[in-house]
């Protein structure tokens, strides 16, 4: 089936730091798309990026991932982290099957930034 | 941006009783979500609902669980009987799916918290 993959629970860094949150998936859907939802606390979770294109980069606010189907990766980066980026991420996949518009989720990065 | 609402923010309620979460999708939207969020835990899947009907659920979507938007109004969550394992917080969630391909973006609302003693 289809399965999104963060392996870090918790992330820990010190502001100005780079970012890096990984996420592998796989998926039966031949135009998946991938993105990466950012959950402050007490907020509702927002679209960070997505994209369905393989290999381009895609950016938002200072954050960037780029899709590899070859590898099923879209890691989220950041050159520089700040205290304000201290959130929960997920990444997630979406895809139609039938009909039916189907959206899986990783279970979660958390990122906590330190000065 | 779009919004979508959830009403109410926080209930507190007796195990055994019925609870109601409504949720005001983003006008135009077609698919509506309900995920759960135990504390300190990631958001989990719970059901999707398209065109009056559930297209699917997950295991965690119990036979206590029930979901409907009847005329278009409000897209609801009823648990009936509650239990202390359904505290958590709800989060409902709409998108706009075009027939070939689909732009996907998840809209989410800010959360209803339910408290079951």
């Known amino acids: 089936g289809d399965s999104v993959t963060q392996k870090e629970g918790l992330v820990t860094l010190t502001e100005g730091l780079p970012v890096m949150l990984n996420c592998t998936y796989q998926?039966?859907?031949?135009?998946?798309?991938l993105f990466w939802y950012v959950h402050y606390l007490n907020e509702s979770p927002r679209l960070l990026l997505k994209?369905?294109?393989?290999?381009k980069r895609t950016e938002h606010q200072g954050f960037h991932a780029t899709l590899h189907k070859s590898s099923s990766s879209f890691h989220l980066q950041k050159s520089s982290a700040q205290l304000s980026d201290s959130a929960l991420y997920y990444c997630?996949?979406?895809?139609?099957?039938?009909?039916?518009?189907?959206?899986?989720f990783g279970a979660g990065t958390r990122l906590k930034v330190i000065a | 941006g779009p919004k979508v609402l959830q009403i109410p923010s926080h209930q507190i309620i007796d195990m055994g009783q019925m609870v109601t979460l409504n949720c005001d999708p983003v006008?135009?939207?077609?698919?509506f979500y309900w995920y759960k969020q135990i504390l300190g835990q990631q958001m989990e899947f719970l059901v999707n609902?398209?065109?009056?009907?559930?297209?699917?659920k997950s295991k965690l979507f119990k036979d206590q669980f029930s979901v409907e938007r009847p005329d278009g109004s409000y897209f609801t969550l009823k648990i009936q009987p509650t239990a202390l394992e359904d505290s958590a917080v709800y989060f409902c969630?709409?998108?706009?799916?075009?027939?070939?391909?689909?732009?996907?973006?998840?809209?989410f609302g800010e959360g209803s918290k339910l408290t079951v003693l």
């Open positions: 969630a709409s998108s706009l799916a075009k027939d070939r391909g689909h732009t996907g973006q998840l809209y």
């Open positions: 998926t039966i859907y031949s135009n998946a798309f």
């Open positions: 994209s369905s294109t393989d290999n």
């Open positions: 997630a996949l979406s895809g139609v099957n039938t009909g039916n518009y189907k959206y899986v």
């Open positions: 006008s135009n939207h077609l698919y």
């Open positions: 609902f398209y065109n009056g009907k559930v297209m699917e």
